[in-house]
């Protein structure tokens, strides 16, 4: 039994990883689906949710609210962030994609690249002390309980809870409103919906606001899981929600949380169960992601790809 | 005009260029120089747009009297260390620029020339460092033969790179490569045995010329120079080479492919062009100057670690890329040389380094995507007189490079 439970706490551990990774690879998927781009500044609007989060806490600490039901606090803190960062994100696609909206694509990938650092920097520049790792306060509750040797801690199940929730919301928003429609209309043909009188430039803007907002919940939610944050930690957490996307299929919403489970498991097995492997955590993630690119570069969810010429 | 006021023209134009230079390192206050260069840059590009006739005449006589120009260059260049030999530091931030000429010109093949996005370039500039480094230090390896086998291992790995390159393009492939730089990074830090793990390799030799070592003072009898003397000769001497590579390499069949795979890589297929082949080398030829590069490099400081290669390198050396000009091989040279020189210039700034390049790319690309020195449109002739109704086959691309097709 023991055996099992030491592979079900890995389980465990790669599913709260890998929700994670599903929230980023969400955001990276819906903007490659309505506008094809690689928004290299997504791992850092998680950064900044993190960053965020952290603020408006020591914020309501200042007002005396933090006393309150943990749940309220919770709700103010996610709801805070995600409003700030999907702001962030608009303003990322107003001031930089727009404008390269039709330039080859390396160059669109490259300012989102800049504004990557830029916003990177910007954090360890003006946050107070912001080169250092900065902790991370426990807006829950600290606590476990244990089944059948696997050990849950409450801030996993609420990270579960949370990605859940927001996966299922995102499936209501998508299949049944008209948003979801017109989304869906500009990621199968832009030119299509926009001739059906769709205005696309409010469309994509929406969906950068949605992402934004998704990976800025995965940065307070690594925040609680960790308890540490820094600057730079949207660099590496950004290329594996883009890996996970790739995985998962790129412009496939549910191939994203699938591709960032798997993405999660990989990395937490190969870290607990191959000899050294923990030392090559990022490593193996790397080359589960290459082996895909290059021998089913359509992701798991396969659609058939053909070349626009 | 005769052809000795011609000259004149040419030599006076270099040494306005070489003294303005000059006062850049010697002027202290930053502020001053940022103004500087700012008038400077932007009056040029001002007068490139508004003066375009005038501009290409004067292209056009360094073109006819390419060898003079470059005779007058070299010379400034030589000099150099002579006139700054109170001041070692500026002839290491020389070395270093040159340095970054050699890695900027390589990127360049990749991302330029044959549109592969490479955004993991700075682990070729380690496994250079590497090699040259640890063959040196631990296998007695002469510097002079770790030099072209650290060209030659970051060539293979260029090679590597190319394969899953065969398979993906454009987003694809920046993931992929940041991916290659990043494992690459996690190797160095985790092969201790061969690597000395996050602490690096120390101690690595100075390169030898007989029983002179580099890494001591220069003694000409006359004068003495600093050791970063010699480094700055052995750099002048490699970044030529490289130089004169690229050149002969990008208006060639190899190169016009590689631009034709930029442009379109599916109509450059139908055209019969070997994709696999021309891909390859893209990468294994831009890696070589990355691994050449890291080797002096090592070599210099005598210690390395994985700090020295990170991601930010990468970027480094492409933000130099998109200042200069994408696929412009005058524009990849200012870009290597200004984003060395200036943050030497901004010390005091350091923490603003990675915002200011950051800045650099967004800015470049919204404002003036082709880079300060553009790449021109390059012009075929055939072999016989301009005129006669012979042929001529227009590109985009490394365009001033014209004259040289003409014999």
Redo the contacts between chains.
Sequence with gaps: MAEFAVVFQQLLNGLSLGAMYSLIAIGFTLFFGVIDLINFAHGEIYMLGAFVALITVSILGGMGLIGLNFIVVLAVVLLVTMIFCALVGAAVERSVVKPMRGAPDLMTLLVTLGVSIILREAVMLFYPNGANPQAFPDLLPAGDFSLGGVLIKYEQLFLLTVAAVLVVFLYFLVNKTDYGRYMRATSQDREAAMMMGLDIDRIIVLTFMLGSALGAVAGVLNGMYYNIIKFNMGFLMGIKGFSAAVVGGLGNIYGAVVGGLLLGFLEMFAAAFIPGGSRYQDVIGFLIVIFFLVFRPSGIFHEKVYEKV | MPKWREWLIIGLIMLLLYGFILGVIWVEDPLIVLALLGLVIGGVVWWIRQYSDSYARLFALFQRHRRVALGILTVLLVAFPFLQRENPYWIQVAVMSGLFVIMALGLNVM?GNA?L?C?GYAAFYAIGAYTSGLLTLKHDVSFWLALPLAGLLAMAFGFLLG??AL??R???L???T??FG??VQ??LI?LEGLTGGTNGVINIPSPQIGSFSLGRPLDLGFITLPFQANFYFLVLILAGLTLFMVYRVSPSLVGLSWNAIREDQ?AAQCYGIDLTKNKLWAFAFGAFFGGIAGAVYANMVGFISPENFT?THS?LV?SMI?LGGIDSIPGVILGAILLTVIPEKFRAFE??R??F??????LM??FK?DGLLPARTRKYTSATPAGDGSAKVTSTGAGYLAGQLDN
Excluded at chain 2, 357 to 362: M, R, S
């Design positions: 991302v549109g996005v955004l394969l899953p398979r993906v454009g987003h694809y920046a993931l992929v940041i991916a990043l494992v996690q190797l985790n599916l991601y970027i492409l998109l923490d603003w990675m915002m390049y950051g800045f650099i790319i967004v690309l919204l995507p």
